[in-house]
């Protein structure tokens, strides 16, 4: 069939100077070829501190680790290896188990990889694809006390803890039969069992048949998890407690004198009886140290480190290695003095000892990697520029971008004339741009005025059409609609690269009136986003309440306001104690044609110059049985980062059917400064269980109320001001679990009751 050109090739003969004067300046810039500087991820301190290993990831695609092992005596490569990964994955937490270290990493074809590296260069992947954890995994993978820590969900549905200890991996199927009393549905880390609240780590596994069973993160010695049942008239906390005491007499753990850190001026070290909640004396150790951070070391130690001062800002950074059985100590000041005291409150930082070995690691922050020698009290510290140099000889004909760019600022006739000729080159391709564009607009326009649906491809030809040596095929599309099975014909340009076959399921935009329709890409949907300006809508009235039934403790409504002869409808849930009302007047905001609550009633708004604009990755999802003109109610806790601090948030919102929504989504999040600021200062605090006196609303901000809240923990009352996720709710005799300052007297809720 003879081809029909759509575009004349003429315009090529503009590419070929730039194709000769390109392959000649290449010629002449591998001669002048200058150095790139590799870029240090991460770093960890093997042998004694004679070696170190090195990740760096400058790979184009991002989508592999360059390892390098060094000799640090002489700063030489010993060797160099690689790891995949995909390229917004990053490097898991770490673990030192015998001799060597275990850091995992994450690839989409391989799911989690857990990678044992030895000090004389070996590397062995233990998972070997049998980890098949979702893309937001680092939610799900825990360093504790020398082990690496595991707990996912399959896309089969299946749930799995899995351990890795003294290099050997192992795992268990929660599903298995006879473990638990019923399928498991869910499985969440218990909050702070991880940071020494509790003497084991703990998960929480939701059951089909609506009950709760804790499951220890420990594997025994026969490769099992110890599972408690919680009873039916046992609180939340209280089954947590319980099964914190339980699974530690099964491993071995001392409940009774647990080292935290008490939150107290000048905050010292201190022996927590989790049995009784009560706080004891302080660890007593050989000199004071405040303002102490404890930091786990395996399963009879911890590091002890903090300063010489009650205020830490008049004092040096001093530490000691304390064995929970022994009582004994070891000091690690000489590693610790070289630190700032801001390390050890920085999130990245972490230290290493195996038990009964004499060197203690430590990794974070500009001051890489770290090792101290508590025998002989030999101690060493390499910053990230050490390593970044020791990588840059390695890597002296590296080509780069910068070497590239130091060669085009040396001039020359080569480099003038290439760069005449590359911009008559992009001044041909951004005019013949201009048209693309407008067919671009012509196809969003055709997107957004039909409705989108789901369809299959059951027939599709070539027609013959060629433009830019792409084809242009004719699909037969069908699907429902109206009850009905329909079919339309599409044309499209398709790359010989797209993998395209008879039944795919495709989404369309139909026009009913015209009978045609477009594919629906994710470029359009991205196109859609970008082009949609949102409108503010001042003073809105509520004119009319209709309602959807119940979701846990409250109740779907679908709100109407009027605003200069307007009718915008909004779904929201309104929790217990709260009342929407017909005459009430709010502010809202239209964002690609769906109306959302900005203010209601009294709730206030900080000026825009206050509001952080920060990224929250989507780390559950949970579908709740309510569908409003087409938007499904969703459940989502989000991950929100904001430098060094990570905070949980949990938020209902109603979803459009037609659009995807999973773990992983990284949406953008509006904060006020002051509530961020507040909420991170709170959780550096005390947390406990406390239980609702009082609860007041006042308005709202967004769909969420804002909640006024007394509780009161072991004798004292302390506020809570804050918006509050109205699918849960909280009203008067409620146990929550908070984060709480004993100055202040303010807290904030973590966890919500469970009802």
Not at 97 to 118: A, C, E, M
Not at 235 to 260: C, E, P, S, W
Not at 411 to 433: C, Q, R
Request: aromatic letters at 10%.
């Amino acid at each position: 069939m003879k081809k029909k050109r759509a575009i004349s090739l003429g315009n090529l003969v503009f590419f070929i100077p730039v194709i000769f004067l390109s392959f000649t300046m290449w010629k002449d810039y591998m001669r002048y070829l200058d150095v790139s500087t590799p870029t240090l991820e991460s770093a960890y301190m093997l042998d004694e501190g004679k070696k170190l290993i090195g990740f760096s990831n400058d790979d184009r695609f991002r989508e592999q680790y360059d390892v390098y092992l060094f000799d640090t005596a002489t700063e030489t490569v010993i060797n160099k290896t690689t790891v995949q990964t995909d390229f917004i994955a990053g490097l898991g937490p770490a673990t030192y188990q015998k001799d060597g270290i275990v850091v995992p990493t994450y690839d989409d074809s391989r799911g989690l990889q857990i990678n044992y590296f030895q000090p004389t260069g070996e590397v062995e992947e233990l998972a070997q694809s049998t980890i098949e954890i979702p893309s937001a995994w680092s939610s799900n993978v825990y360093s504790w006390r020398g082990r690496l820590i595991v707990a996912w969900e399959s896309p089969h549905s299946a749930f799995f803890i899995a351990q890795v200890k003294d290099g050997k991996l192992e795992k268990v199927n929660l599903g298995e039969e006879g473990l638990l009393p019923a399928r498991p549905v869910r499985i969440d880390e218990v909050h702070g069992s991880f940071e020494n609240d509790q003497a084991v780590p703990l998960f929480s596994v939701s059951l089909q048949d609506n009950r709760t069973a804790l499951v220890s993160g420990l594997l025994d010695e026969n490769g099992d998890v110890a599972v408690l049942l919680q009873q039916e008239e046992e609180g939340t906390f209280a089954a947590q407690d319980r099964a914190g005491a339980q699974f530690a007499k099964n491993f071995g753990f001392d409940t009774g004198r647990i080292v935290r850190e008490n939150g107290n001026y000048p905050e010292e070290a201190v022996f927590y009886d989790a049995n009784t909640k009560h706080w004891g004396s302080a660890v007593p150790t050989p000199k004071p140290v405040y303002q102490a951070r404890v930091f786990l070391l395996n399963d009879e130690e911890v590091l002890i480190a903090g300063s010489t001062a009650e205020d830490e800002l008049e004092g040096t950074v001093i530490g000691y290695v304390f064995n929970e059985k022994s009582g004994e100590f070891q000091d690690a000041t000489v590693l610790l003095t070289q630190l700032p005291y801001d390390n050890l409150k920085n999130s990245e930082t972490a230290f290493y000892k195996q038990l009964g070995s004499d060197d203690v690691f430590y990794h974070g922050g500009d001051l890489a990697s770290g090792h101290v020698n508590l025998n002989n009290h030999k101690a060493q510290l390499i910053s990230s520029d050490q390593v970044e140099g020791w990588m840059l000889q390695e890597e002296e004909n590296k080509v780069s971008i910068q070497s590239f760019w130091n060669y085009v600022k040396q001039g020359g006739a080569i480099v003038i004339n290439w760069g005449v000729w590359v911009f008559i080159v992009l001044a041909l391709a951004l005019g013949l741009s201009i048209v693309p564009r407008m067919l671009a607009r012509s196809g969003m326009k055709k997107v957004r005025d039909g409705e989108h649906i789901q369809g299959r491809i059951v027939e599709m030809e070539e027609t013959g059409t060629y433009v830019n040596e792409r084809p242009q095929v004719r699909f037969n599309v069908q699907f429902m609609d109206e009850g009905q099975v329909n079919e339309v014909e599409i044309k499209k340009i398709i790359s010989y690269l797209n993998s395209i076959h008879i039944g795919d399921p495709v989404m369309i935009s139909y026009n009913r009136k015209k009978h045609k329709a477009v594919f629906i890409t994710e470029e359009d949907l991205t196109h859609a986003v970008q082009e949609s300006q949102p409108i503010h809508i001042k003073d809105a009235v509520l004119t009319r309440i209709d309602r959807y039934g119940n979701v846990n403790r409250g109740q779907a409504l679908q709100l109407r306001f009027t605003a200069e002869g307007c009718d915008y409808t909004i779904p929201v849930v309104q929790p217990f104690g709260f009342e929407y009302r017909t005459g009430e007047r709010a502010d809202l905001i239209l964002i690609q044609g769906m109306a959302r609550i900005v203010r209601y009633g009294h709730g206030s708004i900080g000026k825009a110059s206050d509001q952080l604009s920060l990224q929250g990755e989507v780390i559950h999802v949970q579908k709740m049985p309510i569908i409003i003109e087409h938007k499904q109610l969703m459940l989502m806790e989000v991950m929100v980062t904001s430098g060094a601090d990570r905070i949980r948030k949990v938020n209902s919102l109603f979803v459009p059917q037609n659009m995807s929504l999973t773990v992983g989504t990284v949406l953008p999040v509006n904060i006020e400064k002051e509530d961020l600021l507040k909420e991170a200062r709170l959780l550096q605090g005390k947390q406990g269980s406390a239980k609702v006196l009082s609860v007041q609303f006042d308005g709202t901000k967004g769909e969420r109320p804002i909640a006024d809240i007394i509780v009161e923990k072991d004798g004292f009352s302390y506020h809570i001001n804050q918006t509050i996720e109205p699918v849960y709710g909280v009203v008067v005799g409620d146990e929550l679990w908070i984060a709480y300052d004993e100055g202040t007297q303010e807290a904030m809720i973590i966890n919500y009751a469970i009802r």
